[in-house]
T-cell receptor
Framework: DSGVTQTPKHLITATGQRVTLRCSPRSGDLSVYWYQQSLDQGLQFLIQYYNGEERAKGNILERFSAQQFPDLHSELNLSSLELGDSALYFC??????????????FGSGTQLSVL | AQSVSQHNHHVILSEAASLELGCNYSYGGTVNLFWYVQYPGQHLQLLLKYFSGDPLVKGIKGFEAEFIKSKFSFNLRKPSVQWSDTAEYFCAVKSPPYSSASKIIFGSGTRLSIRP
């Protein structure tokens, strides 16, 4: 068990809908990363938060947004869903702050299926 | 934009064979480098990392990797693989290092299958 909790584990929805994926980081970790994993794209970095603030952005679509709350849990909101958004969405947490001990702890992912 | 390339998508080896998985990155500045592994049905987990110092780093389960700055490479090696090494392996780069604001970019992964 990595200590990172993602809910829900599976999500099936229709095109055009909006969903929210939730991530609770390991206790004490301030940094949260979101990744999208699909068969043809590999593990794509979406966005990173550190202690409630957005700190780095990757290939995140405008239809997607995220936030990190004061209790450090994070949510990834996906709207106007398209078939191509079907993927496994991972959250990872780390101590953050650029320490030499930094390493990512991954959740088990949310499998999103858009029909 | 920075990127990480893993040229081997699927590697099949017999037990006791030696392993080398390639990883190249494109980023001009200082980076931190990682190898993560995902065993079947498990979370991605850290195998080893390079931050500074000795470019040859040792990780868990007998794995090691060598950082060659001039080649922008961080290849993963193991002298003798076991069936339990069957997994997907991901190389990752963090830039800038030592910062609370950094991207950790992953390669597309290499699936390793070990024949018993």
């Amino acid at each position: 068990d990595s200590g990172v909790t993602q809910t829900p584990k599976h999500l099936i929805t229709a095109t055009g809908q909006r969903v929210t994926l939730r991530c609770s980081p390991r206790s004490g970790d301030l940094s949260v990363y979101w990744y999208q994993q699909s068969l043809d794209q590999g593990l794509q970095f979406l966005i990173q938060y550190y202690n409630g603030e957005e700190r780095a952005k990757g290939n995140i679509l405008e239809r997607f947004s995220a936030q990190q709350f004061p209790d450090l849990h994070s949510e990834l909101n996906l709207s106007s869903l398209e078939l191509g958004d079907s993927a496994l969405y991972f959250c990872a947490s780390s101590v953050g702050g650029g320490t030499t001990n930094e390493k990512l702890f991954f959740g088990s992912g949310t499998q999103l299926s858009v029909l | 934009a920075q990127s990480v390339s893993q040229h081997n998508h699927h590697v099949i080896l017999s037990e006791a064979a030696s392993l080398e998985l390639g990883c190249n990155y494109s980023y001009g500045g200082t980076v931190n480098l990682f190898w993560y592994v995902q065993y079947p049905g498990q979370h991605l987990q850290l195998l080893l990392k390079y931050f500074s110092g000795d470019p040859l780093v040792k990780g868990i389960k007998g794995f090691e990797a060598e950082f060659i700055k001039s080649k922008f490479s961080f290849n993963l090696r193991k002298p003798s693989v076991q069936w339990s090494d069957t997994a997907e392996y991901f190389c990752a780069v963090k830039s800038p290092p030592y910062s609370s604001a950094s991207k950790i970019i992953f390669g597309s992964g290499t699936r390793l299958s070990i024949r018993p």
